[in-house]
């Protein structure tokens, strides 16, 4: 064989691979790392049976959702969030959908912008099942409204909620990880952490936050590699926290919107177990264009700035209305599929 010929079929097998990888991206719903994961990397049926679990925000949305796929796995379960009633009907969900027992489930009411009740939860937790393998921060809200219309308390509510509240359980936890060399801090972040936009600057803003903060926190636990941190950054999810979505003030109520052509939360959380179960450190999650705009402020934040700026009209545009602001995405999924 010439080198001429082997430099040809060289070149056709780049061209073919380059291919195969564009048509796997525009039909990707997360990540094309995660995605492999998913494809050829370890189970969470094989990695995540036996644990202790402890999700916030557990009581709607992908903290339910989670909660019930992890009762399938084995796992003994700590369900926290504010609303006791909503835990417990989550509690009884588990149940009749796993071969969990009643002693394999903790309900703990907690309120994260508590902070100073963190500490007690904590041992709550160690006194009723010994360890904590896993803990999932999961709790948080959401925003829609412009900032020249928003009360200053909800930017504040947002940071100690969304950022202070999941830093502060972290930091109680950690020692215990630190001590028994091992465990996984699983944080549910944003594309909104990545990629900012209108309507959402507080929440923007503590995503932002825990971005930094988690990454910081990785570097300094170098020396325990049993200890491992997934950030994970899901785009549009049918959940509740558009309906939960904080407003210009506080005590002023968000309206629900239609999240029928966002993201199914099974497959979402089904996405988050892989990569729980793989120790990957960052991951998103999102159907296109939303992922798309991902790469685009990671690797080109000029060209996405512009961008995000030009959607962020129509998006305001669609807020004064009454209408969805996320409307211009729904166009693109309706016509994608």
């Known amino acids: 064989m010439s080198w001429e010929l082997l430099l040809w079929l060289l070149a056709l097998c780049a061209l073919i691979l380059s291919l195969v990888q564009l048509v796997r991206f525009l039909r990707a719903d997360a990540d094309l790392t995660l995605l492999w994961a998913e494809w050829q990397g370890r189970r969470p049926e094989w990695e995540l049976t036996d644990m ?36 417990e009907r989550v509690k009884r969900r588990c149940l009749e959908n796993s071969n969990l027992k009643e002693k394999d489930i903790l309900v703990l009411p907690l309120d994260l912008t508590d902070t100073s009740s963190h500490e007690a939860a904590t041992k709550a937790v160690l006194q009723e099942f010994g360890k904590i393998d896993i803990l999932v921060n999961n709790g948080g809200r959401s925003q829609r409204s412009l900032v020249l219309e928003t009360n200053l308390d909800v930017f504040k509510e947002l940071i100690n909620l969304n950022y202070i509240g999941t830093v502060s359980l972290t930091k109680c936890v950690l020692p215990h990880m630190v001590e028994r060399k091992q465990g996984k801090i699983v944080t549910v972040n944003s594309i909104a952490g990545i990629a900012s936009v209108s309507l959402s600057s507080g929440y923007c803003a503590s995503k932002h936050a825990l971005r930094g903060f988690f990454n910081a926190v990785q570097g300094e636990l170098m020396n325990y590699p049993g200890i ?18 904080l407003t210009e003030e506080l005590t002023k109520p968000n309206k629900g919107m239609d999240q029928s052509y966002k993201m199914p939360t099974s497959r979402c959380v089904r996405l988050m177990l892989i990569s729980m179960a793989n120790d990957l450190k960052e991951v998103w999650i999102s159907d296109h264009p939303v992922l798309l705009g991902a790469y685009l402020w990671q690797y080109m934040p000029t060209w996405a700035l512009w961008l995000t700026s030009r959607l962020g009209k129509k998006r305001i545009q669609n807020f004064k209305n009454g209408l969805d602001p996320d409307l211009p995405y729904k166009f693109c999924k309706t016509k994608k599929d």
């Open 52 to 87: 202790v679990v402890w999700v916030t925000g557990a009581s709607s949305g992908i903290g339910e959702e989670l909660a019930l796929q992890l009762s399938k796995l084995g796992v003994s379960l700590v369900l926290s969030a504010r609303r006791a009633q909503e835990l």
């Open 228 to 245: 491992t941190f997934c950030n994970v950054y899901p785009g549009p999810v049918q959940s509740d926290i558009v309906k939960n979505a």
